[in-house]
């Protein structure tokens, strides 16, 4: 036994619990973590809560709703068909579904590679008010099938659920079976993933975590019919199971390595067949990822795979301020021998509220639309919300003449409130990304 090799993957592991177990002590992570290098596990544990109500904590064995990390399933479930001579992805999708508009432009490909230029059901204005209806694929597919293109079909990229309902529609079409049925029986019960499947919200599922939002506090995430993600985004699983399928899939049991080149071969902005293929730089290199992450009410996901250096990091949280994107990169880094730094904390300082009325109101964010950043005050606490996506508590940290930054309470991230030009404006730094909003002249 080489002891040098085991008191390294010691020394990592430790080094990977000290981080997590840090940003776990700062509210940052709730969920379960899994990395693994050269095959072998380093860490596999949980942290914080599966369930706030009950006090049951995360393990290994927690499930969770794992968003649209499911598209690399429905993606690997087409590819296998097209390998088995079942259809072709170079078809249009009017072979499978003649009534669709458009079908015969539409391919497989463009489904597959979010380039067919059908606009994303779960964007609609009409989207949440029917989150909570039961539908069934057709149901779905009739929200969309009317809306015309934005494009033409492989113009460009833009990423749409819509293709992979349109995708799950073929999968039933060609084998006969529904698309639970066919997962399960193609890819889960051969590879073992016995804790892996599509969720129903009436199933009793044992380890299923609850899922949770932030609305000034942490609150239970609104409920979504499992019926509405479909292929998208409708299964659960454990960081177990999915490194389970990880390893299949990258080392190409489960689908030949020419179906695996398809898959991973980026097309436009990245995106291959229900996977992102991108790089990033870590000590100087270059790193080659094959990923995807996941949203979905109550629910952050990330599963990534660095090629070269056969690093694999999952990362599974039931709280949506849970940064699994950032965390992931951070964990990789570590592994692959970079310094990283820990989380920043700021102490609050006490404000005269009544002295900053004027940093409430609505503040129109670069390149979107609809969807204002509001600061509002609530007796003597300020808040941004988004829509209904999530309500942080704003706490100061620092206040200068035309300047005041804050902190979020019980997240990774930071507000720069600025007031020295002609229109006050804010720099919101969360989710790994930075948002630059001005104040409306409405408020």
Request: proline share 4%.
């Amino acid at each position: 036994m080489n002891t040098e090799h085991v008191t390294s993957n010691e020394q990592l592991q430790q080094k990977l619990d000290n981080h997590c177990n840090c940003l776990a002590k700062l509210g940052y992570l709730n969920g379960c973590v899994l990395v693994a290098f050269e095959g072998r596990i380093i860490l596999n544990k949980g942290y914080g809560m599966a369930s706030f109500e009950l006090n049951v904590p995360n393990d290994p064995q927690t499930k969770f709703r794992i968003g649209s990390i499911t598209k690399q399933f429905t993606a690997a479930a087409i590819v296998m068909m097209h390998e088995l001579k079942l259809l072709n992805v170079e078809d249009p999708i009017s072979e499978y579904l003649p009534s669709y508009p458009n079908g015969d432009k539409i391919t497989i490909h463009h489904l597959l590679t979010h380039t067919s230029g059908i606009p994303n059901y779960t964007g609609l204005e009409d989207f949440v008010p029917k989150m909570r209806l039961v539908s069934s694929t057709d149901d779905l597919i009739a929200r969309f099938a009317d809306k015309p293109l934005l494009f033409e079909p492989g113009e460009k990229f833009d990423y749409s659920n819509s293709g992979y309902v349109l995708l799950t529609a073929i999968i039933e079409k060609v084998s006969g079976r529904t698309y639970e049925d066919y997962i399960y029986h193609a890819i889960l019960k051969p590879l073992g993933m016995i804790n892996t499947g599509y969720d129903h919200a009436k199933k009793i599922l044992k380890n299923r975590a609850s899922g949770y939002e932030v609305w000034g506090e942490v609150v239970n995430a609104e409920f979504l019919e499992m019926t509405i993600p479909s292929g998208a985004g409708g299964m659960y699983s454990t960081v177990e199971d999915l490194y389970i399928w990880g390893l299949a899939l990258h080392s190409h049991r489960q689908i030949s390595e020419k179906a695996y080149a398809s898959m991973t071969t980026p097309f436009k902005d990245t995106y291959g067949y229900g996977l992102s293929i991108y790089e990033e730089e870590i000590m100087g290199s270059q790193r080659k990822v094959i990923g995807h992450g996941g949203g979905i009410n109550g629910f952050l996901t990330e599963m990534r795979h660095y090629k070269k250096e056969d690093v694999t990091v999952i990362v599974l949280s039931n709280l949506v301020t849970t940064q699994v994107g950032p965390i992931s990169q951070q964990l990789a880094r570590l592994v692959l021998g970079e310094e990283v730094p820990l989380p920043i904390t700021h102490t609050p300082i006490k404000l005269e509220i009544n002295q900053y009325n004027h940093l409430v109101g609505s503040y129109d964010v670069e390149g979107e639309t609809g969807s204002p950043l509001i600061i509002s005050q609530e007796q003597e606490k300020f808040y941004l919300t988004q829509n209904t996506w999530f309500k942080f508590e704003l706490c100061p940290y620092s206040a200068l003449e035309g300047e005041l930054l804050f902190f979020l309470n019980g997240m990774d991230g930071k507000i720069t409130y600025t007031d020295t030009g002609s229109v006050p404006e804010i720099t919101v730094q969360l989710f790994g990304g930075v948002k630059k909003a001005v104040k409306s002249v409405k408020s």
